[in-house]
């Protein structure tokens, strides 16, 4: 592993290397809220258990840019095989992508956790290394790889701890830091019509310093007018759509949405727990009345969400509507975030693991865009109805999964925007997309409804 003699590109190494070191204690601190003796658990059946994510985070890192740029021997070949891919099962068949066949039975978690650690320190000696690779891999310049390899670690710790939150709240740790559910009355949501402009969406590559490939390219859409609720649905008002019958009712949903409540025998959504007429909420750490919580934004499927906004006589955003409303105001003028141009501190929304769990909406006017609507980034991903799909000039790049997003390019899969309280500040760009299928109900996601 000796250094060439020219350096080659020029980036943050120190800096890189404090981010990489806290961005794997957050993993670690995640990784023990169930400890070792629940790396085994499997709470969501379209997930793998625990353990397998202690061996896939490293994995990544190691394929990316360890094996993959710089083609250093591995520690242990099998493990970078074994934990290179995740799945993601179609929750209507069955069918899923390329992903390696699962073993009789997973490493244990020590096993795992030695060649993780093996691993990260290869990744921080990799920091300083890459800069000399002379490596002609689009990931390789400007530290993009590592941008990647970070970005990968900070969506695994929100896929992680929705996989925890269906756990037994006696199956879990409570971290010294995390206080009780916050408690108090909702902020008044009202309709904000949003005449008709531009929305520019994705990113050009060289804007930058990461994106994701389905992020990519940039272009101007026209934006017929709209009207959208200022505050995301609530758990109170949901529950009236579930109390009144309308739930139960075949008429406010999609066939194939029915057709998926039916199968699941889905009675509310799965956040929330009802025993003899009794509702609570289950939370990460807490489960509590419903009714305490009743100011949360209710998180809910797509196809609940579609259901709920048919029977107010609306529908849902689109993607489009959504970077109109949430990026431009009424001066015609572009921001970076919502607010303006001022960096996501805690003052403009629930994100970036300031709480641990929704709060009342409309808790950080801060954050309003300039049209006045409330939280479209924080509290909870906001579901639209746009098919997840490739932009115009879509072109897959990364060397180990080439057809990283075009497995998603399925019609199944739909955008999500904006940020839930466990989604890293470092994702809160513009062109960041979020996805997931319309009958996958774990997802830290709220939703508001739209008019024409």
Not at 157 to 172: A, G, I, N, R
Request: glycine share 8%; charged share 25%.
């Amino acid at each position: 592993m000796g250094l060439p003699l020219s350096l080659n590109e020029d980036y943050d190494v120190e800096g890189l290397r404090t981010r990489f070191m806290k961005a794997w204690t957050r993993s670690d601190s995640i990784f023990d809220i169930v400890g070792p003796q629940g790396m085994r658990a499997q709470p969501i059946v379209w997930r793998h258990p625990f353990v397998f994510y202690v061996g896939h985070l490293p994995a990544f890192s190691w394929n990316q840019i360890c094996g993959g740029i710089l083609e250093w021997k591995s520690f242990n070949s099998y493990f970078d095989d074994l934990f290179c891919r995740g799945i993601d099962p179609d929750v209507d068949t069955g069918e899923c992508h390329w992903h390696p066949e699962v073993p009789e039975s997973w490493p244990g978690f020590d096993e795992t956790a030695q060649y993780r650690d093996k691993v990260r320190g290869a990744i921080l000696e990799s920091v300083e290394m890459l800069r000399y690779s002379g490596s002609r891999e689009v990931m390789a310049r400007g530290g993009r790889a590592f941008e990647m390899v970070l970005e990968h670690e900070y969506m695994h710790q929100e896929t992680l701890l929705y996989m925890m939150l269906q756990l037994p709240v006696d199956e879990k740790r409570r971290p010294e830091h995390v206080g009780a559910p916050v408690s108090r009355p909702a902020a008044t949501s009202r309709a904000i019509r949003i005449p008709p402009g531009k929305a520019r969406m994705g990113a050009r590559f060289s804007a930058i310093p990461f994106g994701w490939d389905n992020e990519f390219g940039e272009h101007v859409v026209e934006v017929p007018s709209f009207v959208i609720d200022s505050l995301p649905v609530t758990n109170d008002q949901f529950y009236e759509f579930v109390f009144c019958g309308a739930y139960e009712d075949e008429r406010y949903w999609r066939a194939e949405d029915w057709r998926w409540k039916r199968l699941e025998e889905k009675r509310c959504p799965s956040f929330w727990l009802e025993d003899q007429g009794n509702w609570s909420y289950r939370g990460m750490f807490d489960v509590v009345s419903l009714s305490d919580v009743g100011s949360w934004p209710v998180y809910v499927s797509l196809a609940e969400a579609r259901a709920y906004a048919k029977w107010r006589g609306k529908r849902l955003p689109t993607e489009a509507e959504f970077h109109r409303a949430a990026f431009y105001g009424p001066d015609k003028k572009e921001s970076i975030y919502p607010w303006g141009t001022a960096l996501p501190a805690a003052c403009h929304g629930n994100f970036g693991f300031g709480a641990w769990s929704p709060l009342p909406v409309g808790s950080h006017p801060a954050g309003d865009s300039r049209w006045g609507i409330s939280e479209l980034v924080g509290n909870g991903w906001e579901l639209t109805d746009t098919p997840f799909a490739p932009f115009p000039g879509f072109t897959p790049y990364m060397k180990t999964y080439p057809d990283y997003s075009k497995d998603f390019f399925d019609g199944k899969h739909f955008v999500l925007k904006g940020a839930s309280w466990a989604t890293a500040t470092e994702l809160l760009r513009p062109s960041f997309r979020n996805w997931y299928q319309a009958h996958y109900p774990y997802v830290f996601a709220k939703f508001r409804c739209v008019s024409d």
